[in-house]
């Protein structure tokens, strides 16, 4: 085996669980992150319990509870608070492994002190853009622009995780163009308030072209009875409306949609009183790309959103990119480090995550609620005179199936990567 590091662009979710991997099976690894100083950025993402199940065989387990809530409930609502549909998630529903809600950005901070701690502080070489790589033969040359310097280094494999704008994407995918955008844009903030429900509940409530999504991602502060609540705001708007480019940390103008909230009357949420309550509030166009045919050229693969950058309507994004970075490593236990490894990853998560950005565009698990609406116009007494119980649980099934935590099949199925696993 190689023992040059291999060469990571980007150190967000994907790129620092992979990171932890490559360390926990004994390969060197390098990350470039193009930030010069990491911070908390974001607000509210899920982890299915797939995806925890994988940090916690990376021991980080006893961290997840410093950066989220163990989710209990899931469900989709009227905007008067009608139930449409909800499940219990996680430990409640029978998963062997919790499923959390957590703050983005704490999250990428957890991941990046567990590296630091265990790979040491020159791991991640913070302020060192992404330019594009040079396949050369046995190696390969990720150019970087480093304060202000343009400049070169080499190793075995690159794997790119440079997210949605990357920069290796654009150079393998030359004619690509931007992403495309979905007529939607998610005004996202959290706040502090009381929880609802079961306390840790993930809530979509609304119509297909106007939603309310909101659940906690903190612990409830025993003194207060207050948690920080994660919110989203989702409007649709007609094709030709001018919308912002998308940018994570965009700052928006709550005037923008405050007021198609006015008349929401849920009994046990005030989506108004988060929106006028959060003080930092961003925008964000729902964007996706199309699948493509090839994640791999030479010796350079992608992972994460650079591959597979999808609605987050599964809330399945960064679950996804920590998944890649363990079929990554299990490709390099299996094959070592060379692009046999990276061609086995891509040929297990490639159609998926295809199928998965379709499944997104077709709604995923919340096109209950587009049913609903077409078939009632989202009025209804008894919601089993709409939709029987039944075709609502077989949707709710059908997306588990397709992203990987249907709750049987991943209970019964062994680790990614097996305890004690090495390479070489
Ligand atoms: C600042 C920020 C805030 C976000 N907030 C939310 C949110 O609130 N809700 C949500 O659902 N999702 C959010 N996301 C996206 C979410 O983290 C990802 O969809 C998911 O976790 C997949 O992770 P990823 O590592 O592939 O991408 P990301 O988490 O986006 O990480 C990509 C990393 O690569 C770095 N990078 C970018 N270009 C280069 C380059 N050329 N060279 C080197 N490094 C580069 C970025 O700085 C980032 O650290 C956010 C992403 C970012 C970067």
Known sequence: MSEDPILIAGGGIAGLTLALTCHQIGVPVRVFESTRALRPLGVGINIQPNAVRELIDLGLGERLPEVGVATKEY???????????????????????????????????????????????????LGARATGYVNDGGSIRLRLDADGQSTEISGPLLVAADGLHSAIRAQMVPDEGPPIWSRAILWRGATRAKPFRSGASMAIMGTPFLRFVTYPISATDPDTGEALINWIAETTYDPDHEWNREDWNRLADKADFIDSYRDWDPPWIDPLDLIERTEEVFEYPMVDRDPIDSWTDGRVTLMGDAAHIMYPVGSNGASQAIIDARKIGRGFVDHGVNPEAMAAYEDEIRPVAGRLILAGR???????????????????????????????????????????????????????????????
């Open 75 to 125: 469900g989709f609502y009227t905007k008067d608070g009608k139930e449409i549909w909800s499940e219990p998630r996680g430990l409640e529903a029978g998963y062997a492994w919790p499923q959390y809600s957590v703050h983005r950005g704490q999250l990428q901070m957890m991941l990046f002190d567990a590296v630091v701690e265990r790979l040491g502080p020159d791991a991640v070489q």
């Open 362 to 424: 077709g709604a995923g698990p919340d096109s209950v609620v587009n049913i609903v609406q077409d078939r009632c116009g989202g009025e209804f007494e008894d919601i089993n005179d709409v939709m029987p119980y039944e075709e609502r649980a077989a949707l709710a099934d059908k997306y588990k199936k397709l992203a990987g935590f249907d709750i049987e099949t991943l209970n019964a199925r062994p680790p990614i990567i097996e305890p004690g696993s090495r390479v070489g």
